[in-house]
T-cell receptor
């Protein structure tokens, strides 16, 4: 089955700086790569996703890049704000929502 | 924005007891899922449900687990005889038409088996 590795496990950034989280996946058939943000006491919320026919996608301050050859994808958050502090999960799947999640990255934005 | 709601938020039970975790998916969604997250570990897929039957399940979802959509609004996960290792946060999720649409997660039920 699919195995997703996520790094780093924790990330502390100064407000206004950028944050980058990287994930690798094992199954070359995977074609859908969502990113979820989980705030304390809440379930994961989709923040951005990318499909395998696209190399990059951007939505305001967040962007995701995908390298199918190397089987890795990354989340980029620019101009970080305190409300970006949360746990971020990457995931991968082939054609359904049987998602394989990464272990999560705890992002702390220092004011 | 529409929400997936889960009850209870916390459930404490004795080993060997049956528990039912409840979820109300978003009203017009057709695909339903259960995931779980053991403390400090990855979120893991348990089961997907569509058209009143299980469409896929993981190796975690053994005979002790069952799912049901007893009416038009609820989606339940039953654990028949809980074990200590069933202690985890259980998330329900739903989507409108599968992978083509966004997956919405509930806030989870924290299950503690003593």
């Amino acid at each position: 089955g699919e195995n997703v590795e996520q790094h780093p496990s924790t990330l502390s950034v100064q407000e206004g700086d950028s944050a980058v989280i990287k994930c690798t996946y094992s199954d070359s058939a995977s074609n859908y790569f969502p990113w979820y943000k989980q705030e304390l006491g809440k379930g994961p919320q989709l923040i951005i996703d990318i499909r395998s026919n696209v190399g990059e996608k951007k939505d305001q301050r967040i962007a995701v890049t995908l390298n199918k050859t190397a089987k890795h994808f990354s989340l980029h958050i620019t101009e970080t704000q305190p409300e970006d502090s949360a746990v971020y999960f990457c995931a991968a799947t082939f054609n359904d929502y049987k998602l394989s999640f990464g272990a999560g990255t705890t992002v702390t934005v220092r004011a | 924005e529409p929400e997936v709601t889960q009850t209870p938020s916390h459930q404490v039970t004795q080993m060997g007891q049956e528990v039912i975790l409840r979820c109300v998916p978003i009203s017009n969604h057709l695909y339903f899922y259960w995931y779980r997250q053991i403390l400090g570990q990855k979120v893991e897929f348990l089961v997907s449900f569509y058209n009143n039957e299980i469409s896929e399940k993981s190796e975690i979802f053994d005979d002790q687990f069952s799912v049901e959509r007893p009416d038009g609004s609820n989606f339940t996960l039953k654990i028949r005889s809980t074990k200590l290792e069933d202690s985890a946060m259980y998330f329900c999720a739903s989507s409108l038409t599968g992978l083509r649409e966004k997956l919405f997660f509930g806030s989870g039920t924290q299950l503690s088996v003593l």
